[in-house]
């Protein structure tokens, strides 16, 4: 659900970027406040297992359709919603800037949809209430679920908002709804059974990282072994398991492919040409693979991509460093 730049108007970008920025600082300002210092590492295997998770597209079976975790839910959960409000704006800042996943202009937005509902709305108002009265495992796996689905839902209504406000009148309101909210729907179900597993490990393996998601602590506890295998896990999805990634187009390019008749819009001049000649420039990974010409490109039926695992690897490198350094920069200064 990586929007493209094209999907809207500079102004509704702009907004959107400012909005971003804001709730990223009111972030950076509570986890100065809140975020137990052992949790900054865990913000960057997080951040890079969340990159990973992205970069596998599953199909949806009978509708042509694929679609990928946001992961907006399962870092809240871990991390806590600040923290995971400012991991979720470094994942997708990479991907935007060295994947050519999603636009500049439409980052804010991006950030905005992903985060900010998942973090600040299904997180506090959904899991929480699920959990409050007693954190027992069914609570957790039911809360993780419907969380994960309602945060997506509201993410593929923002989306739908933000491209009527920038007029684009090739997506009529009606139409591109009904598209939007079903496919998000299944791509939900998934993305909410994925996420109850991830927490539900988490619960069983060390509880304390959901006890204290939110809440700095002192008793000692280590998180060594589960981040072990979550850094493990990580590797393994993004260096091999995204080979498997589904080919077929993504919820948006479904939706707005089933409106349209292509998957995407095109606009150009003025900012559109200076961010995308920007991004042609820093994405040394565009979609995931090397930057060759389309022409070049051999037709292979080996599911085996080494581009695709250079960018995974490259990929949770990044964000493990990124996602820990703002981390550390924020807990401290």
């Given at each position: 659900?990586h929007m493209?730049d094209?999907?809207?108007?500079?102004?509704?970008?702009?907004?959107?970027?400012?909005?971003?920025?804001?709730?990223?600082?009111?972030?950076?300002?509570?986890?100065?406040?809140?975020?137990?210092?052992?949790?900054?590492?865990?913000?960057?295997?997080?951040?890079?297992?969340?990159?990973?998770?992205?970069?596998?597209?599953?199909?949806?079976?009978?509708?042509?359709?694929?679609?990928?975790?946001?992961?907006?839910?399962?870092?809240?959960?871990?991390?806590?919603?600040?923290?995971?409000?400012?991991?979720?704006?470094?994942?997708?800042?990479?991907?935007?800037?060295?994947?050519?996943?999603?636009?500049?202009?439409?980052?804010?937005?991006?950030?905005?949809?992903?985060?900010?509902?998942?973090?600040?709305?299904?997180?506090?108002?959904?899991?929480?209430?699920?959990?409050?009265?007693?954190?027992?495992?069914?609570?957790?796996?039911?809360?993780?679920?419907?969380?994960?689905?309602?945060?997506?839902?509201?993410?593929?209504?923002?989306?739908?908002?933000?491209?009527?406000?920038?007029?684009?009148?090739?997506?009529?309101?009606?139409?591109?709804?009904?598209?939007?909210?079903?496919i998000?729907?299944?791509?939900?179900?998934?993305?909410?059974?994925?996420?109850?597993?991830?927490?539900?490990?988490?619960?069983?393996?060390?509880?304390?990282?959901?006890?204290?998601?939110?809440?700095?602590?002192?008793?000692?506890?280590?998180?060594k072994?589960?981040?072990?295998?979550?850094?493990?896990?990580?590797?393994?999805?993004g260096?091999?398991?995204?080979?498997?990634?589904?080919?077929?187009?993504?919820?948006?390019?479904?939706?707005?492919e089933?409106?349209?008749?292509?998957?995407?819009?095109?606009?150009?001049?003025?900012?559109?040409?200076?961010?995308?000649?920007?991004?042609?420039?820093?994405?040394?990974?565009?979609?995931?693979?090397?930057?060759?010409?389309?022409?070049?490109?051999?037709?292979?039926?080996?599911?085996?991509?080494?581009?695709?695992?250079?960018?995974?690897?490259?990929?949770?490198?990044?964000?493990?460093?990124?996602?820990?350094?703002?981390?550390?920069?924020?807990?401290?200064?």
């Open positions: 659900m493209a094209a999907l809207i108007t500079p102004i509704v970008g702009g907004a959107m970027w400012a909005t971003s920025t804001g709730v990223a600082s009111y972030s950076v300002k509570k986890v100065q406040q809140d975020l137990d210092e052992k949790k900054i590492p865990l913000m960057g295997i997080m951040g890079a297992f969340v990159f990973a998770a992205q970069m596998i597209n599953f199909t949806i079976p009978g509708t042509g359709s694929s679609g990928h975790i946001g992961g907006g839910i399962l870092l809240a959960i871990l991390l806590g919603p600040h923290a995971g409000f400012i991991t979720m704006a470094s994942i997708l800042a990479i991907q935007a800037l060295f994947f050519a996943d999603g636009g500049l202009l439409a980052l804010g937005a991006n950030i905005f949809n992903l985060g900010f509902y998942t973090c600040y709305l299904a997180y506090p108002l959904i899991y929480k209430n699920i959990v409050k009265k007693e954190m027992t495992k069914t609570r957790i796996f039911v809360g993780s679920f419907l969380s994960a689905i309602i945060g997506l839902q509201f993410g593929a209504f923002s989306v739908v908002l933000e491209t009527l406000f920038s007029g684009k009148t090739e997506l009529p309101f009606n139409i591109f709804v009904l598209m939007m909210q079903p998000h729907l299944a791509i939900g179900i998934v993305e909410g059974l994925l996420t109850a597993a991830v927490v539900t490990f988490v619960w069983n393996a060390r509880p304390e990282i959901l006890q204290s998601s939110s809440v700095k602590i002192s008793n000692g506890v280590s998180y072994k589960v981040m072990v295998i979550l850094l493990c896990a990580t590797v393994f999805i260096g091999i398991l995204s080979w498997y990634a589904s080919s077929n187009p993504d919820g948006l390019e479904w939706s707005i089933n409106v349209m008749g292509t998957p995407e819009l095109e606009t150009s001049g003025g900012i559109y040409d200076t961010l995308s000649n920007l991004q042609e420039k820093t994405a040394f990974l565009p979609d995931y693979s090397f930057k060759i010409d389309s022409e070049a490109k051999i037709e292979s039926n080996s599911p085996i991509n080494g581009g695709t695992s250079l960018s995974g690897i490259v990929g949770i490198l990044l964000t493990l460093a990124f996602a820990t350094s703002i981390g550390l920069i924020s807990y401290r200064y």
